[in-house]
């Protein structure tokens, strides 16, 4: 036993040429014992308990003393599995992953049938991924078909269910996203770290290890992360400015967020009433006496998960899961509408049903039980003719929509199943038909303006360029186009308005800010209005309506939909202002901020 076996990154650097032969002595024992790839400066500890069939390690990646590896691991460059982790079943790591001390990469599963015991049943492996420049704390537990996105860092003590997106910083049990590393961290006092972090641990590295591997990697994470129960989530960047704009106009920023933080308390303490006056003892329905759907129950899900965190108190998370997955058709891999016959297809309800179900499973920890077929089976030709035959000049929500579908198709069957499809079929035509004039995709008409074009040029980039984290093309001229259709007294006064035109023209202002800053003051003006408006909708006990004005009808009724839909456009609202952190609340399934997959 020696000093490396559990500091392996200052081998290299302090090794003597005894110590060098009998680590190349051990790795020659090692591949002849399963099949093993590594270069020359590598660690791997004798102490280690190394029982792979495969084993792949990068440059100046090390192995401590008493990991467990089994099955298939991959190590990209400059990883690290630190003392007593463990790695088994498929596990592949990109570069630069700290993994650390006593965390488990569990990429393997047991059944749990009930008609034999569990260590008879069968063995399954999804397999766990691990993105580049991720940092994992100690005793954190990975389970089976997780991937971590780069740039992550997931807290000590975290049990990581579902997959954790690019630059998300998580902790918890479940791992929970507490803010994006990208932004700063919330302002608080600096605690004292002096108990952590032991003046000269830093200086027995040599620089080059150091920039690398700092003992506190494996233990120590950023306050905001390490403490799990801190609700803090920071927003994307522009944080200064947009904050400043949310004052202008409408009383200072504090007290907008105040009236915010009002907001969330009181939904947050009414939620389970509002869930509960729309469960009719067998089903979700939208509001009282309407028909029960599939989009009532994946509302519900939605709403337990911003404001309750977690699923519905009603039924068991089970149950949800198992109707909602019993719902899927196995040949189309669509999920119908409660009561129709016959084959679904890509449109209507079944089409929005590829979202809303969906990202309700995630929610749930879940999935499709099959791919989305109906997507998958859309060759090159096929999906292009489709794309040509939509009505693009008088029904580009339409059009959208459907773009919106296959797009969340196709990530569904890549994230889920590992099938392909055609995306960049998808982009080249999206890409080589958008309007340098405008931004978008459609014209608009006398009678509407630019209602179907914005609307759905909503629906097409949340499921295309929002949600596999892809720029926008021309996103000024967008902007231009949004404000546009924001000034349409058809469409937006003070007795008109509903969560569908909201929605479309926020997500896109929200959206292009990510790329440009182009008449920003102008969308935070209009963002301070509807927002200030919307916060007012919401009606004790029963949540929103879709509608923005109240009375009678479905559409000024309070419900489910409304409800899920403007705690989203709030959300957005706030987080375009730079105030949505008052909130404390974040979307996650279908309206969530971050991609849900990030193409290479």
Same mark, same amino acid.
């Given at each position: ?154 807290? =000590? ?98 007290? $907008? ?72 058709? =196995? ?99 999206? $890409? ?101 408006? =919307? ?12 509608? $923005? ?52």
């Amino acid at each position: 036993m020696s000093e490396f076996d559990f500091c392996p990154w200052l081998f290299w650097a302090h090794a003597t040429e005894e110590d060098r032969q009998a680590q190349a002595d051990h790795v020659a024992g090692l591949r002849g014992l399963m099949e093993l790839e590594a270069p020359e400066k590598v660690f791997i500890s004798p102490l280690a308990a190394v029982y792979a069939d495969r084993l792949t390690l990068g440059e100046r990646s090390y192995i401590a003393a008493h990991v467990y590896v089994t099955d298939d691991v991959v190590m990209g460059d400059d990883c690290t599995l630190n003392p007593y982790s463990v790695a088994r079943g498929r596990v592949v790591l990109g570069n630069a992953v700290r993994v650390g001390a006593h965390t488990s990469l569990l990429g393997f599963n047991h059944g749990a049938a009930p008609d034999r015991p569990v260590f008879r049943q069968a063995i399954t492996s999804k397999g766990i991924r691990i993105g580049d420049d991720v940092w994992i704390g100690s005793n954190v537990v990975v389970l089976d078909g997780v991937t971590i996105g780069d740039h992550a860092v997931v807290g =000590a003590g975290a049990v990581v269910t579902k997959d954790v997106p690019a630059w998300a910083m998580v902790a918890g049990n479940p791992a929970r996203l507490i803010r994006d590393r990208r932004t700063p961290r919330p302002t608080a006092p600096a605690p004292d770290t002096a108990d952590r972090h032991t003046p000269d641990a830093a200086d027995r590295h040599t620089p080059d290890a150091a920039d690398r591997h700092t003992p506190g990697a494996d233990a120590v994470l950023p306050d905001d992360v390490a403490s799990s129960g801190q609700a803090a989530v920071t927003r994307a960047a522009g944080h200064g400015a947009a904050k400043e704009a949310a004052g202008h106009g409408a009383g200072k920023g504090g007290d $907008l967020e105040r009236l915010l933080a009002e907001f969330a308390d009181r939904a947050r303490d009414q939620a389970e009433a509002v869930l509960r006056r729309c469960w009719t003892g067998e089903r979700y329905v939208d509001r009282p006496d309407a028909e029960p759907t599939v989009r009532a129950w994946c509302d519900a899900v939605e709403i337990a998960d911003l404001l309750l965190g977690g699923p519905p108190p009603i039924p068991a998370r089970d149950e949800i899961v198992g109707f909602l997955q019993d719902r899927q058709d =196995a040949a189309t891999g669509l999920v119908p509408e409660l009561g129709d016959t016959g084959t679904p297809a890509l449109d209507g309800a079944a089409a929005y049903h590829v979202l809303c179900v969906g990202y309700a499973l995630d929610l749930l920890g879940a999935r499709f039980r099959h791919p989305v077929h109906a997507v998958a089976g859309l060759g090159s030709q096929d999906l292009i003719a489709a794309l040509d035959a939509l009505d693009w000049k008088r029904k580009a929500w339409t059009a959208g929509s459907w773009v919106d579908t296959v797009g969340t198709g196709l990530y569904r069957n890549l994230a889920d199943f590992g099938l392909r499809g055609e995306i960049e079929t998808l982009y080249g035509w999206l $890409l080589t038909r958008c309007s340098q004039a405008h931004g978008m995709w459609g014209e608009p008409d006398a009678d509407a303006g630019w209602l179907q074009v914005v609307n759905g040029f909503y629906r097409l980039t949340r499921g295309t360029f929002a949600q596999f984290g892809v720029p926008l093309p021309y996103p000024e001229r967008a902007v231009d186009t949004v404000l546009a259709q924001a000034r349409d007294p058809r469409h937006f006064g003070p007795d008109t308005g509903n969560a569908c035109n909201v929605l479309d023209v926020v997500h896109p202002l929200w959206l292009a800010g990510k790329q440009t800053r182009h008449r920003r003051e102008e969308g935070a003006a209009w963002a301070r209005e509807l927002l200030i408006r =919307a916060v007012g909708g919401w009606q004790d006990g029963a949540g929103f309506s879709f509608a $923005l004005t109240r009375g009678s009808g479905a559409t000024r009724t309070p419900g489910l939909q409304g409800t899920e839909m403007w705690l989203a456009i709030i959300w957005l609202l706030a987080d375009h202002l730079g105030v949505s952190d008052a909130l404390t609340y974040r979307p996650r399934g279908i309206h969530r901020p971050e991609p849900a997959i990030q193409l290479r």
